[in-house]
């Protein structure tokens, strides 16, 4: 199906195709006329299905034509979990914004950045897409209102909820006006998830795309049993000896990122964190050089996986492992994207022995285990 058989706008259908889109994945292909129809929507697909279009398209369509609403009274609202994955979504929407008949104005808001510019900026938004705790912050100082939301978007829903924002999420409910669409996006359907569906969502058009079973043959997974202390000096040699140009390191902890960037840095190999309490600023710069492969090693913890998005990453390396296998397929899923194939390594110590076993498991697939290391 095509996507001009969706009803979207053709200043839209032609930036598409300047784009380079040239079919909707499966979840567009089911919730764009959904949305379109301002009926509410429940979509679970993985991450990298297309969900943030999917939404994007079909709110942007409905809005032309809108007369918009007093100032600093947004119609739409995007609510996300993270600062990086607000302003990915923002760029989705400004990629789409630049050619319509009808201005569209986009602001992302989130906190760790001066709050007084975003206050200035949202003079005439027309989509505010967020994090919870700065959306409150805002909306508390009368910067913006939230009466007028006419569609409410939760991006991401179940990290939202891991990262135990459900009581922000209870207020910024209470101040939306009854009636209004609503759309629940996430990679996962758990219980909490369904709870929100209940209390949220009235007769929603549901499209679940079940995650593709092929999407791990591009990954090439091996693991090495390792103990803590000689970690550090083995990833230093996989670098190395593999000459990877582009390599992104998993560590459980703030400390443990800063550590390995530390170490790797005084062994010249060009390395950056990213991680929550590094600065706006920092965080994107870091993420912009990575991408671009101007650096080589970026060390992230869980909470910003979901900000990276790279089509060819070659190597993903899990210095510590995390807490659930599904963290764990989300990691190694950063690389063989795009029909391109990738590895994904595990360094994996004997206290994690088990817990890599579990992962296997719940992951159906079993990963060579290699004991025997070369000296370093």
Avoid: C, W
């Avoid at 990276?308 to 690389?335: A, E, M, Q």
């Avoid at 994996?348 to 719940?362: D, P």
């Amino acid at each position: 199906m095509p996507f001009n058989s969706l009803g979207l706008s053709p200043a839209l259908l032609k930036t598409l195709e300047q784009e380079g889109f040239t079919a909707p994945t499966p979840i567009q292909e089911l919730a764009i006329p959904a949305i379109l129809s301002k009926k509410d929507v429940l979509g679970i697909a993985k991450t990298g299905s297309g969900k943030t279009a999917s939404y994007v398209l079909p709110l942007l369509t409905n809005l032309q034509g809108s007369t918009g609403l007093k100032n600093r009274h947004a119609d739409v609202l995007v609510l996300v979990p993270t600062r990086e994955l607000a302003e990915q979504v923002k760029d989705v929407f400004k990629v789409f914004t630049a050619a319509l008949p009808q201005p569209v104005k986009v602001v992302a808001v989130y906190g760790g950045v001066s709050i007084n510019p975003q206050m200035m900026a949202l003079q005439g938004v027309n989509v505010l897409v967020a994090t919870p705790g700065r959306l409150l912050e805002l909306a508390g100082s009368n910067s913006v209102h939230l009466s007028g939301i006419q569609t409410l978007v939760l991006d991401e829903a179940d990290k939202m909820l891991n990262l135990g924002f459900k009581d922000e999420l209870d207020k910024i409910i209470a101040l939306l006006p009854e009636k209004r669409q609503n759309i629940l996006l996430s990679a996962t359907l758990s219980d909490d998830i369904e709870h929100i569906h209940q209390i949220m969502l009235r007769d929603p058009v549901v499209v679940k795309i079940a995650a593709e079973e092929t999407s791990l043959d591009l990954i090439r997974q091996v693991a090495y049993l390792i103990s803590e202390d000689k970690k550090g000096p083995f990833l230093r040699y996989l670098i190395n000896h593999h000459e990877m140009k582009q390599v992104l390191v998993f560590a459980s902890s703030v400390h443990h990122v800063d550590a390995i960037v530390n170490k790797l840095r005084k062994n010249n190999i060009d390395a950056r964190a990213i991680h929550s309490k590094k600065s706006q600023g920092a965080r994107t710069e870091a993420l912009a050089q990575f991408k671009s492969g101007k650096l080589r090693v970026l060390v992230a913890t869980d909470l910003m996986a979901r900000g990276i998005d790279i089509d060819s990453l070659p190597f993903v390396i899990n210095y510590d492992l995390p807490r659930s296998p599904k963290d764990y397929i989300h990691r190694i899923g950063r690389t063989g994207r795009a029909d391109a194939a990738g590895d994904a390594i595990s360094l994996v110590s004997i206290n994690e022995l088990h817990h890599f076993e579990v992962i296997q498991k719940k992951m159906g697939r079993q990963v060579e285990l290699i004991r025997d290391l070369p000296v370093v």
